[in-house]
C-alpha cells in the first residue's frame, strides 16, 4: 500500500496555470501505473494523464498540449502542471498509484476552479 499526500490546487482565472504535487509514501520507480484523475460534480471519475501498464505515458484529448505530468524518482513524488487552464477543467483532481493488478492507491483529492 502506499499513502498519497497531495498540495496544490485552489481558484485561478481562465488561461492560468497551476500545479498540482502527490507525495507518495515509497519509491514511485517501476510502479505498475500511477496517474491524475479528475472528477467533475456529476459526473465520472476519468483519468487526466499519467503512466499506463507498459511505461507509455497518456494524456487526455482534452488537456493535450496544455497539462504536464511528470515525476521526481528521488522525492518519490508526481506532478501535473496545468497550464492555459479552461472553466470545463474545474474539478476534484485525485492521484492514484498501483504497485501492481491488485493494488489501488488514492491521494486525498484537491479542488480546481477555474473562473473569473
Known amino acids: 500500500q502506499v499513502q498519497l499526500v497531495q498540495s496544490g490546487g485552489g481558484l485561478v482565472q481562465p488561461g492560468g496555470s497551476l500545479r498540482l504535487s502527490c507525495a507518495a509514501s515509497?519509491?514511485?520507480?517501476?510502479?505498475?501505473?500511477m496517474g491524475w484523475y479528475r472528477q467533475a460534480p456529476g459526473k465520472q471519475r476519468e483519468l487526466v494523464a499519467g503512466?499506463?501498464?507498459?511505461?507509455?505515458?497518456y494524456y487526455a484529448e482534452s488537456v493535450k498540449g496544455r497539462f504536464t505530468f511528470s515525476t521526481d524518482n528521488a522525492n518519490n513524488t508526481m506532478y501535473l502542471q496545468m497550464n492555459s487552464l479552461k472553466p470545463e477543467d474545474t474539478a476534484v483532481y485525485f492521484c492514484n498509484v498501483r504497485l501492481n493488478e491488485l493494488s489501488d492507491d488514492w491521494g486525498q483529492g484537491t479542488q480546481v476552479t477555474v473562473s473569473s
Open positions: 503512466i499506463r501498464v507498459g511505461g507509455s505515458m
Open positions: 515509497r519509491s514511485i520507480f517501476s510502479i505498475y501505473t
